[in-house]
Antibody
Framework: EVQLLESGGGLVQPGGSLRLSCVAS????????MSWVRQAPGKGLEWVSA????????SYADSVKARFIISRDNSKNTLHLQVNSLRADDTAIYYC?????????????WGQGTLVTVSS | QAVVTQEPSLTVSPGGTVTLTCASS?????????PYWFQQKPGQAPRTLIH???YKHSWTPARFSGSLLGGKAALTLSGAQPEDEADYYC?????????FGGGTKLTVL
């Protein structure tokens, strides 16, 4: 059974940083692209970033480019999102998602999310 | 960055049929945009209903189907059930960058 468990969210001041993590199990992690999607309170879904199975291809939404960094550690079945220079409008639930193939950038199987709150 | 547009809200009668659409600001939606459809109920994470235009998961009820229709991606619900009341989102991929539509709030009434 596929399982995705996010962690690392919390309350952070504007301008601060966090490192979100997603531990995966139930599938061969290195053979699937992974992505992050966020959802601000009461708002719609926003695709944030994706990374290929081997970690050699990454992509970002314009809204987070140069502030967020996606990475993965295939030896630990773990996906990360380093979120820097946080702003109030980064407040959201951040979902980790598994793709359908090694280069997939669309989310397919979703975790339950971790909440990031940016506030002073 | 492209903009993806969905109907903000739709209403369908129980047992009725409704089609949700997903349009791209760049023009015609094709299979190369890898359109997916997601369902989200209050307080829950989204779940994928349709991937790559019209492929279903094992958990996707048979009453849901995906297609390309009139230059857009489409999700058709045939025989709506009360439990289908939810928010529905599509996503299109633009050279490896995903863009969600704003979502459609579907009411079964």
């Amino acid at each position: 059974e596929v399982q995705l468990l996010e962690s690392g969210g919390g309350l952070v001041q504007p301008g601060g940083s966090l490192r979100l993590s997603c531990v995966a199990s139930g599938f061969t992690f290195s053979t699937y692209g992974m992505s992050w999607v966020r959802q601000a309170p009461g708002k719609g879904l926003e695709w944030v970033s994706a990374i290929s199975g081997g970690g050699d291809f990454t992509s970002y939404a314009d809204s987070v480019k140069a502030r967020f960094i996606i990475s993965r550690d295939n030896s630990k079945n773990t996906l990360h999102l380093q979120v820097n220079s946080l702003r109030a409008d980064d407040t959201a639930i951040y979902y980790c998602a598994k793709g359908l193939g090694v280069s997939a950038t669309n989310p397919d199987y979703w975790g339950q999310g971790t909440l990031v709150t940016v506030s002073s | 960055q492209a903009v993806v547009t969905q109907e903000p809200s739709l209403t369908v009668s129980p047992g009725g049929t409704v089609t949700l659409t997903c349009a791209s600001s760049t023009g015609v939606v094709t299979s190369g945009h890898y359109p997916y459809w997601f369902q989200q109920k209050p307080g829950q994470a989204p779940r994928t209903l349709i991937h790559d235009v019209n492929y279903k998961h094992s958990w996707t009820p048979a009453r849901f189907s995906g297609s390309l229709l009139g230059g857009k991606a489409a999700l058709t619900l045939s025989g709506a059930q009360p439990e289908d009341e939810a928010d529905y989102y599509c996503i299109l991929s633009y050279s490896g960058v995903g863009v969600f539509g704003g979502g459609t709030k579907l009411t079964v009434l």
